[in-house]
């Protein structure tokens, strides 16, 4: 645990307030998918923020203030929001401890920016056009949401928009998901050892991953960078899904109509703004791994 001359101090009217406020800022999220899991009610686009990315509704709302970041506390026994595992205390302050991290959370957190830095240096490709999901319900054997969703062009059209369009995805869990008979018309191969060597800061996927990358590096990274990260996953999620061959007339959603000239340019436009907004994120997030690991030693 460093104070630094130049680390932001809360005091406590300050950051319990800011925890207040985040937690009502995440409940905006977490209230409706608490609802929905226990009536039983699937919402097949917002849904999969916390099924694919399964992280606890309570990692959203229990405001961390993140590496560098002290707050003034009287008593030298933590409050139960801060456990000792990540925090130290000492002169009046509670502050994350990056000293505690052990030799392999050192090098996963240390992968995770590599990861995030490869993706930031390169170049963008705006000319995927979401044909992943496409390729996903290819000849129609696998339908992944085929429970709640029907589809809204006949299996013949979606097939043949498959065969004839180049299909550039980059995403290794994306590719994970294509139809076997759908692999070999992407033009990489995408896999878990080539993520470094190939994700790049247009790829939808790799920006809601921004969202992952900030869960799995908490308490470090703070609640705030992670709710942001979450909020704009949440967007990208839904040009994701608006995109697909999916029927959303049910879910009040209008399609981005990729098997034409002009739903393309509207998904470049859409993947363009979102890349825009992923970029600020991603280099908070390079930041704050690069201050917790420095601080680890």
């Known amino acids: 645990m460093i104070l630094h001359a130049s680390s932001p101090v809360l005091a406590p009217g300050i950051w319990l307030e800011r925890a207040d406020a985040h937690r009502a800022r995440a409940e905006r999220h977490t209230g409706p998918a608490r609802e929905r899991r226990d009536r039983g009610l699937p919402h097949p686009i917002a849904d999969f923020l916390f099924e694919y990315y399964p992280f606890p509704f309570a990692l959203l ?4 203030p993140g590496t560098g970041v002290a707050l003034e506390w009287e008593s030298p026994t933590l409050p139960a929001r801060f456990p000792q595992r990540w925090y130290a205390w000492a002169d009046g302050h509670i502050m994350t401890d990056p000293g505690k991290i052990g030799g392999r959370e050192r090098q996963r957190l240390g992968w995770m920016m590599e990861l995030l830095e490869a993706t ?14 496409w390729a996903m319900v290819y000849r129609g054997k696998s339908v992944r949401h085929e429970k709640t969703l029907k589809l809204r062009l006949p299996q013949a059209e979606i097939d043949a928009l498959v065969e004839t369009r180049a299909i550039c995805c980059s995403h290794h869990d ?23 060597l190939l994700e790049q800061p247009g790829c939808l996927h790799a920006n809601m991953d921004l969202y ?12 705030e960078l992670l709710l942001d990260c979450f909020e704009l996953a949440v967007e990208l999620r839904e040009l994701d899904m608006r995109a697909s061959p999916y029927d959303l007339a049910d879910w009040g959603r209008e399609p981005v109509c990729i098997e034409t000239a002009d739903g393309r340019r509207v998904y470049e436009c859409e993947q363009k703004r979102l890349a825009s907004m992923a970029q600020p994120l991603r280099k ?14």
């Not at 930031?120 to 999901?133: I, L, Q, S, Y």
């Not at 994970?176 to 050892?193: E, G, I, S, T």
Request: proline content about 6%.
């Open 284 to 297: 908070r997030l390079i930041e704050v791994l690069c201050a917790t690991l420095a601080e680890a030693g």
């Open 212 to 223: 992952k990358w900030a869960a799995k590096a908490m308490p470090w990274t703070g609640s």
């Open 61 to 64: 709302e229990n405001w961390q």
């Open 120 to 133: 930031r240096d390169r170049a963008p490709n705006f000319a995927c056009h979401g044909m992943h999901e």
């Open 174 to 196: 994306a590719f994970r998901f294509f139809a076997a008979a759908a692999r070999p018309f992407n033009r990489v191969q995408p896999d878990l050892d080539s993520r470094v």
